[in-house]
């Protein structure tokens, strides 16, 4: 096991007292910079800077950040629910680590799309049948994970088939069924 032991740090984010969400930091006492690799390869929607020894995710709408000796969660409700996302995170991560002979490790640096790179490829028509008012609206919705590629149903006619296989490629966590 990677991970055995840990002290969880609950805080109210110093640039907003009283702040109803909460961010934990569970401080490890083992280095797992060695894992991050394998992380990289198996969290699809990770950014993994191998330079900086830093992992960052996003899980359920919270922003986890894994280091060496560090794992951060943003956007937590109460000290419970802190416990439970790292307690959950650390199973993870010690299940992953467990399977790293299975896993290719992975040390690309990945990045989001912008909204403007998802944009440039969406039919711009502001049709509205996504269900958004523009479809720069549907690109940030897309990139925010809050949105489906299948949403845009013009994207799956003919005439669009480069851009949503473009699209496909670089949207992580809208995935179309077309």
Not at 64 to 74: D, F, K, L, Q
Not at 117 to 131: F, S
Request: overall charge negative.
């Amino acid at each position: 096991m990677l991970i055995e032991k840990y002290d969880l740090e609950v805080t109210s984010p110093p640039c907003a007292p009283g702040a109803e969400r909460w961010s934990a930091f569970a401080r490890l006492t083992t280095d797992i910079g060695d894992v991050l690799p394998y992380l990289n390869a198996t969290w699809k929607e990770a950014i993994y800077d191998h330079a900086n020894h830093c992992l960052t995710w996003r899980l359920g709408g919270r922003a986890v950040s894994v280091r060496p000796y560090e794992i951060a969660v943003s956007n937590l409700e109460d000290r419970e629910e802190a416990t439970t996302v790292i307690e959950r995170l650390v199973g993870i991560i010690n299940r992953i680590w467990e399977r790293r002979d299975e896993i290719k490790p992975d040390y690309e640096l990945h990045h989001r799309p912008t909204p403007l790179e998802v944009y440039k490829l969406l039919p711009q028509t502001n049709c509205k049948r996504c269900g958004q008012p523009t479809c720069f609206t549907f690109a940030l919705k897309l990139v925010a994970a809050q949105a489906r590629l299948e949403d845009c149903p013009l994207l799956f006619e003919p005439p669009y088939a480069d851009r949503l296989a473009r699209l496909q490629a670089i949207v992580i966590g809208a995935p179309a069924s077309g």
